[in-house]
């Protein structure tokens, strides 16, 4: 089944560690998202790439960091400079940038302890 | 930036009710895109509706671009309805192009 794929659902990190989240699409999609949610909020925009190779700082990149080598793959790191880094990590895909449907991975959920 | 702003933010219902869920935005938009957030955490894309209307079985949205506002009805509700409800919209100038806002969300409760 065609999809977008995040892992690992749930991951806890000690302070001042950096952990990379994975998200993959099999969706032959040319654009990706990451999103944070915090609890009782709705969704900001970290990082998006319209197409391999290149990426953009979404709202609050600052503590984030991309890359984009492959069309499938899009994965997010939470460095140690984030100040406030538990939330949870929602990933997207659509057909291009200027498409319109969005379509989401299940989440994955960062606790920091 | 844009604004949305969703209402009511919490909604309790009685299986077999219906409702209405409210976003209103603050400028002209390109997209306007309804989620469903289910319990355990997964957005799935309910419309795509930047204007006019559409039906998906018990649910319908009708997005009027010129007065900015969207409805989402759900008709007849069922427990599985329960969850958020999120609308998100791209601004249609400036540098947001392609990007989409999310209003803060209508939380639902069906009970049986």
């Known amino acids: 089944d065609g999809g977008i794929t995040q892992s690992p659902k749930y991951l806890f990190r000690k302070e001042g560690q950096n952990v990379t989240l994975s998200c993959e699409q099999n969706?032959?999609?040319?654009?990706m998202y990451w999103y944070r949610q915090d609890p009782g909020q709705g969704l900001r925009l970290i990082y998006y790439?319209?197409?391999?190779?290149?990426?953009q700082k979404g709202d609050i990149a600052e503590g984030y960091s991309v890359s984009r080598e492959k069309k499938e793959s899009f994965p997010l790191t939470v460095t140690s400079a984030q100040k406030n880094p538990t939330a949870f990590y929602l990933c997207?895909?659509?057909?291009?940038?200027?498409?319109?449907?969005?379509?989401f991975g299940e989440g994955s959920r960062l606790t920091v302890l | 930036g844009i604004q949305v702003e969703q209402s009511p933010p919490d909604l309790i219902l009685q299986e077999g009710a219906n409702s209405t869920l409210r976003c209103n935005f603050s400028?002209?938009?390109?997209?306007l895109q309804w989620f469903h957030q289910n319990p355990w955490g997964q957005l799935i894309n309910l419309f795509y509706?930047?204007?006019g209307t559409k039906q998906n079985g018990r649910l319908s949205a009708t997005t009027v671009a010129t007065e900015r506002y969207s409805l989402l009805y759900i008709s007849s509700s069922q427990t599985t309805d329960s969850g958020v409800y999120f609308c998100?919209?791209?601004?249609?100038?400036?540098?947001?192009?392609?990007?989409?806002?999310f209003g803060q969300g209508t939380i639902l409760t069906v009970h049986p």
């Open positions: 998100a919209v791209e601004d249609a100038g400036g540098t947001s192009y392609g990007k989409l806002t």
């Open positions: 997207a895909s659509s057909r291009d940038f200027y498409a319109g449907e969005l379509f």
């Open positions: 969706l032959n999609h040319d654009a």
């Open positions: 790439s319209q197409i391999v190779n290149d990426f």
């Open positions: 509706i930047p204007s």
């Open positions: 400028d002209s938009v390109n997209n």
